[in-house]
Nanobody, 121 residues
Framework: QVQLVESGGGLAQAGGSLRLSCVAPGRTFHSYMMSWFRQAPGKDREFVAS????????YYDDSVKGRFTISRDNAKNTMYLQMNSLKTEDTGVYYC??????????????WGQGTQVTVSS
């Protein structure tokens, strides 16, 4: 069973920053799209950002463009999400995922357990 492990969530004030990490122990994802999704209470899981493991192409939802940066470190088999200028609406559980799609959660077959991000006003 492939496992993705997120870390770095927590509590931040509006305008602050957090950095999330996602590691795949013992596995590489060179042929996959790696992404972050988030889910707020009572809402569907939504796309946040993606990075191609093959050519470093990045994609962002409009709600986070200019504030969040997705990146990866191949040597550490780790993906990151740097979140700046946080807003209260960024609150939710953040999941990393690996799959063949882009913005649709149904295209992803590997998921982490999620890490909570709470932004206070």
């Amino acid at each position: 069973q492939v496992q993705l492990v997120e870390s770095g969530g927590g509590l931040a004030q509006a305008g602050g920053s957090l950095r999330l990490s996602c590691v795949a122990p013992g596995r590489t994802f060179h042929s996959y799209m790696m992404s972050w999704f988030r889910q707020a209470p009572g809402k569907d899981r939504e796309f946040v950002a993606s990075i191609s493991w093959s050519d470093y192409s990045t994609y962002y939802d409009d709600s986070v463009k200019g504030r969040f940066t997705i990146s990866r470190d191949n040597a550490k088999n780790t993906m990151y999400l740097q979140m700046n200028s946080l807003k209260t609406e960024d609150t939710g559980v953040y999941y990393c995922a690996a799959g063949s799609g882009l913005r649709s959660a149904s295209d992803y077959i590997y998921w982490g357990q999620g890490t909570q991000v709470t932004v206070s006003s």
